[in-house]
């Protein structure tokens, strides 16, 4: 951390600075430059430090130096996370498509839709037990039978499953159906749930907020890091700004800029960017242009009965056509879709 | 729900929206205007249905006509609702006023803070036991030894106390010590935190999230009152934009528009708003000047030392300052700092 | 417009309601199914008009049912609209691609740049002669000198011009040298200029403010249309939210959501919403998964030179990345950079 | 400003930043503390510059020291800038109460809302003669004979006149009516107009734009001033954010934090925040809560007849109400509306 004086600031008050950060434990160092002061922290915490001192009278700035985030940052590993979770790599510069239906209404519906993500290239499966709902009044998801029904349609085309846990209480039970657990985007920042999940170890989902910062995602996934959990995957699904036009808006710049700084993979969700089933492939395009490693998308095979997101999902012909034009754009970067060649 | 066709929509369009419709389990009714032709729909449950119609051809636009939330809304309850908890009143036209530090960091601490926002006249204590933290590297909170101290401090002062409830596993051990459970912002939509915490059957200040809508914000009061809670605050603390001047926006607007259409009573916490001691006051009075029934500030003795949001707590000179200025703003208005007249 | 009351309105507001749209010089016509009751207005003008009847008593809702803009809208068009602008085509299909420098500096400074942009393939050459900066003291532009040295550039490599109208009174100057005249985004709801703009008759580049709507912007395209203009190409260049990780962040989603209410081409500026280099392909390549098309991308051959966004303007060499890469993924959506495949 | 370097950067690095640095003209110093080393630049001019050091390999952050905008700053000028326009005294710790049509319709209607506000307390007069309007479609006001109007109105009532300037053009005619010059929301960051408007040393009324920063209001402002303006005042008009139940939302927290770091005074415009005339008084009395110098509102005693935003304009009856409620809290706070005490 660095306190930068005013150039007006009175001697005074620089030695006030430095008493306070020697109160707070903190060992510091001045140094000047033409007619600018500063003094140098080290040992500082964080955020409240720094808006403390700014409030200090003669201090122009305080520039914190280090990241709040660890484990996520390239600082400790250069070198980008790849995970292999059954069929599905994250990371190895590939794009991993994950489908299947936002909530599991039933084992057939399950079934019928994993065969048919399944026989047209998807990875990875993806389902809903526990649905997270704005609504009281809606339908919630089908608990512990949805899991099983989940590992049932996972186990019969060989796809590993990932879902979503919304409650700290049921981490465990849903990490002994899935290959991968899903933090939800409303839920990015509960921390008590972040933990729990984390501790279970295995790989994670983890939804950006609806309005989260980089840094902020980042933090989120250093509490599952810290926890226990070793392979996490960011997944962007569009933020909340004034434009009315989509569901949300899909914020491709946060791909490049994660990568810059963190070594964690970075998946794009169009279907709940969208919001409508006519602009899923255009969202689709434009995260894989941007360099996502991955999809996940909502499929259902007779939309307009869904309990849940129906107008979103695609169905198994539009996903057929979303498989067929991501793998030519994929191959048009020197990708594929998912690591062995399609 | 109103199911509006394009003037250009075909027969065959319209009759396929009907039948749609009709096999939804909805019953319908078509009305017709100039060039206009619509279908009035029924037994509808919400937004997935207008979406899902809205992208049939020839549909034009989807009116909904029923509001998804009852509880919280004028409609099922036309008069302002008023709750009594000790000495604190929400809801009776007056402002009360909730103080205390933003965490519990030891006995002595909080007796000495509660003793002078009492003394000063605030009507209810704050303290947080449970500290939703963005780091995983920073101070949690003391857990249930800071519920025990809140409950000394609350009972040797008179003062009800409000606290953060973060763990649906701790909802009841929370509600045992204190008299009102707090949602924090991170867990606005945290569904199953609503629900365990509308179940206590306790009072429940609802903060609004970082990016809530005012139709959300009482869609989360909807479910801990469809669970229990029978009196429900909301408070505004700011919502994120692009504006970096102050912690977060303030957003003073909601205030008239929540007392539109919402029995619910409102309150500002403007030290989170403003993240900044110098602004808390302003954020103060203009939440009062758009017709808040509260507010809830941070107060730190020693400011400087706080584990927890320092640079933005009121010290005790500042709080008196605060409660004089805001007496004489009430008075203005007809109004008292709490329910008896100062 | 559809006047919708609500189920407990009485007979008085009805008849209230009706007798203020006969006042405002409207007719009306009644319709009502199960318990509900609504007017439909023929002959209002726009929004307030909406607001005004939304304020009755008794009113739930009022709906608009015809969209504010005409010439850019579907309804007036169904095909998309094709302009060729020398050798650059928008709206067929294919992808323009626009470079040039930032802001015209020099006579060898604009030919160098142009020469190698052209080489490489670009279709079209932007610089700006007069820069709207947000600081009075930074660089503003050549003025007349600077368009003289783009009309030079532009005949010497074939390559038509498009340039940025700042002032009315130089609209028919900057008509005089290049071939499309760009509106920038803090202009774009300065109708003054879109109506000066429109009225030279020549094609015109509106890119997007910094926070509008779709359907602000289709209303600026509408000023330009309705005042002379007859080829409008929109701009998507990044929107302002609360995300910093990017200069601003690129609204992908506009692309789909325009094409399927416009026939106007939309095309992506990458540099503007990435802000640095770094991020400028990804960006690129997004904005041709989303359908854009067409890019405009800043390029300067000693960026560290730049008198205007420099850290954002790609190298010679890193423009030719940008059409290889470009093309490749063109290509694998049967598309080709420029009309003529590359 | 001040480059600091990673602290992984080699000596190379920070070699070339040097360089780069002398390249670009400018003088450096290197000081270092800890396993920190920085570089301090003198002579920069801006943002840009920053972005590019940023830019290059082994820098960490490059922070800047001195603030872009000057006349606007408390640094040039420490104590609160005072301006007398006629009855109306802003800065001076008061509230100005400017009050009239948004549009100026008819001499009749002028003379009419005219003589209400004078004799309700208002100490200035507004009204529009060019009117910006999102649709090329909308009433754009009565231009020359408007301002004719407005000038009538103003002596007739000794209530000086703020008017708004829509064309670089114009301005010096508008100049010649009015007491004071608008600049809307929608053109804070048209350059050129702000030039012109500054030259005609006329006193300006600058509205914040859409989603304009503190800092972009304050280089605008910087513009008039370096112009020829002297004196300049901000007002806030609510900002775009993803909320919907106002029109748009006020942001009073620009209020304190504009006070901090400038001298100018800043008033709120309840009518365009709220929208509607149920909000306008809470709106009011927020942004005297946060200490605005002033309030700007529509009155219409004809608001259904209104040829512009009719729905947001409070009836002469409500003014009075705004009026009574607003001295109340004024004098609360120890400040009365108007200079002299009601």
């Not at 939804?207 to 910062?213: I, L």
């Not at 980042?218 to 036009?245: D, K, P, Q």
């Not at 709940?272 to 089933?277: A, D, E, K, N, T």
């Not at 899923?280 to 999809?295: E, K, N, R, T, Y």
């Given at each position: 951390m660095l306190v930068i004086m005013s150039t007006d600031s009175t001697e005074k008050q620089i030695q006030r600075a430095k008493d306070r950060i020697s109160e707070m434990g903190y060992s510091s160092h001045t140094v000047s430059w033409h007619d600018h002061y500063a003094i140098g922290v080290t040992g500082n915490k964080g955020k409240e430090d720094r808006i403390y001192l700014e409030g200090l009278p003669g201090v122009l700035k305080v520039v914190t130096l280090s990241k709040p985030y660890k484990l996520a940052s390239r600082e400790v590993q250069p070198e980008n996370s790849v995970y292999r979770i059954g069929s599905a790599t994250f990371g190895d510069g590939n794009v991993v498509m994950i489908a299947g239906p936002c909530a599991v209404e039933s084992e057939e519906q399950t079934l019928r839709i994993t065969e048919?993500?399944?026989?047209?290239?998807?990875?990875?499966?993806?389902?809903?037990?526990?649905?997270?709902?704005?609504?009281?009044?809606?339908?919630?998801?089908?608990?512990?039978?949805?899991?099983?029904?989940?590992?049932?349609?996972?186990?019969?085309?060989?796809?590993?499953?990932?879902?979503?846990?919304?409650?700290?209480?049921?981490?465990?039970?849903?990490?002994?159906?899935?290959?991968?657990?899903?933090?939800?985007?409303?839920?990015?920042?509960?921390?008590?749930?972040?933990?729990?999940?984390?501790?279970?170890?295995?790989?994670?989902?983890?939804?950006?907020?609806?309005?989260?910062?980089?840094?902020?995602?980042?933090?989120?996934?250093?509490?599952?890091?810290?926890?226990?959990?070793?392979?996490?995957?960011?997944?962007?699904?569009?933020?909340?700004?004034?434009?009315?036009?989509?569901?949300?808006?899909?914020?491709?710049?946060?791909?490049?800029?994660?990568?810059?700084?963190?070594?964690?993979?970075?998946?794009?969700?169009?279907?709940?960017?969208?919001?409508?089933?006519?602009?899923?492939?255009?969202?689709?395009?434009?995260?894989?242009?941007?360099?996502?490693?991955?999809?996940?998308?909502?499929?259902?095979?007779?939309?307009?009965?869904?309990?849940?997101?129906?107008?979103?999902?695609?169905?198994?012909e539009q996903f057929s056509e979303l498989m067929d034009v991501s793998g030519k754009v994929c191959a048009a970067l020197g990708k594929t879709i998912g690591t062995e060649a399609t």
């Open positions: 048919q993500v399944a026989q047209r290239g998807a990875q990875m499966l993806r389902g809903g037990a526990y649905k997270p709902r704005t609504s009281p009044y809606a339908f919630q998801g089908l608990g512990e039978p949805g899991l099983e029904i989940l590992a049932t349609a996972s186990e019969k085309n060989g796809l590993p499953v990932v879902s979503e846990v919304v409650d700290p209480g049921t981490a465990g039970l849903v990490a002994q159906y899935t290959d991968m657990l899903q933090i939800g985007t409303r839920n990015m920042q509960n921390f008590i749930l972040l933990k729990e999940v984390g501790r279970t170890g295995k790989p994670v989902l983890l939804k950006r907020g609806m309005s989260a910062t980089l840094e902020e995602t980042l933090m989120s996934a250093e509490y599952l890091m810290s926890n226990g959990a070793r392979e996490v995957v960011i997944c962007e699904r569009g933020v909340r700004t004034f434009a009315s036009h989509a569901r949300n808006t899909l914020d491709i710049s946060i791909i490049p800029a994660l990568k810059k700084i963190s070594h964690l993979p970075i998946i794009v969700d169009p279907s709940h960017s969208s919001g409508h089933r006519y602009s899923v492939i255009p969202h689709s395009l434009a995260g894989i242009g941007a360099g996502a490693d991955g999809l996940i998308v909502d499929v259902h095979d007779r939309p307009d009965e869904a309990l849940c997101d129906g107008p979103q999902a695609l169905s198994p």
